[in-house]
Each structure stands twice: as C-alpha cells, then as structure tokens.
C-alpha cells in the first residue's frame, strides 16, 4: 500500500495522493473451500508475501514489487460493478497491507449489501472490517494475537502428525462458534489419510 503525502509549494497547503494497493488479479469466481464453497464471489488478491510455505500454488504473488497499484476506488469500482454475493481479500499476505481504507471504501461503494471476507495466515496486526474472516496459520510464522478474536472459520494445512499438535493449539485460541478445517497437503495421499482418520476420531473438525 502507498500512502504519500506531498507538499503544494504554491499553496502552502498538503495534498493526499490516492491510496493504492498492489493488485495481483481481482477475478470473478465461486468460493472453492470452506464453509461459503460455491458461493458467487469476487477475489481481491493483492501482492506481498513474507510467509512464503513451501505449498504455495501463488508465488508469483510474494512480490509485491511486480504488480501494479491500483487504487482503492477502481477496486471498490470493480467490485460494485460486478455485484458479487461476497468480496473476498486474499493474497499473497493480505494483512502485510493496512486493510482499514480498502475495506471502507469498498463498503461505501457497495452500501455495504456485499459482505467483505478476508483469507489470510494472520501473521501481521489485523486490519481492516469484516464480516468473515479465514485464519490459516502457519507455525514457522504464527498469527499476531489481535487476529485470533476475528476468526470465523480456521483452516490447517495439514501434512503431518506435527500439524494436527498445531491445529488443536490453534483451536484453543479462537472462538468456540469458530468452524475449524484440517486441508490435507495438496498431492500427498498420506496427509489425506491422516486427516481423514483424525477427523472421524474428533469431529469438532471438517475436512
């Protein structure tokens, strides 16, 4: 995110250049996972990451030098354009960015009517106003504790017995009217089993 403040020699006076965010892709879609899947949804991914999991299938968005700003309006713009039946904030890392102005604006462009979700591994201070929140924390870079009070839905990646240790721990931090996910790797039919078997001895949990 940008944020100058310029000074107007011949005014005296300063002048706010337009907050901007680097911007990955906004693309149109359903929700493929959790507890909105199939729902109509507008993807906000921004650039910047400093989590960087081995798994990842969008590095090209851990750079955020790479990708144009665009600013908030033209983002709040597309998404009121689009009318989605919700708006989802993802990354990348999108908590590296102060999320307060992205979040306000697109609720006033929308009138609210669109509910804003945010995906993120909560490794930065929260930011920003929404009505879902997905935490999908990492040990190797655990969330930053005003994340937790936010949660509505938890998700652990899971690829080992290690992982599932962490996932009751990571229970224990949010609410109890928090859903909770175990996500098997992706490719490793061993994390597959072992989630399945976890889940059918602990069914606080969802695959």
């Known amino acids: ?17 337009p907050i901007s965010y680097p911007v990955v892709e906004i693309f149109h879609s359903v929700q493929g996972e959790g507890a909105w899947a199939g729902v109509n949804a507008v993807f906000i991914r921004l650039g910047g990451c400093d989590v960087h999991c081995s798994f990842c299938d969008t590095k090209e ?4 030098n790479l990708h144009p700003l665009q600013s908030i309006d033209d983002i709040a713009q597309t998404v009121g354009r689009i009318k989605p039946a919700i708006a989802v904030i993802t990354g990348g890392e999108p908590l590296m960015h102060n999320l307060d102005p992205l979040t306000a604006t697109i609720g006033l462009i929308t009138k609210k009517q669109i509910p804003i979700h945010l995906e993120t591994s909560g490794a930065h201070p929260k930011s920003g106003n929404f009505d879902w929140v997905t935490l999908s924390p990492k040990q190797f ?6 994340v ?11 690829s ?22 175990l996500q098997p790797e992706w490719g490793n039919p061993q994390a597959q089993a072992l989630t399945l078997d976890y889940i059918l001895a602990h069914p606080q949990w969802r695959m």
């Open 1 to 17: 995110m940008t944020f100058d403040i310029t000074f107007d020699r011949k005014s005296d006076r300063e002048t706010i250049d």
């Open 160 to 181: 080992n017995p290690e992982d599932l240790q962490w996932a009751e721990l990571q229970s224990t931090r949010v609410s109890l009217n928090a859903l909770r996910y």
């Open 148 to 158: 937790y009070d936010r949660v509505q839905e938890l998700k652990i990646v899971v």
């Open 141 to 146: 870079k655990p969330p930053h504790a005003s």
């Open 61 to 64: 968005s851990w750079n955020a």
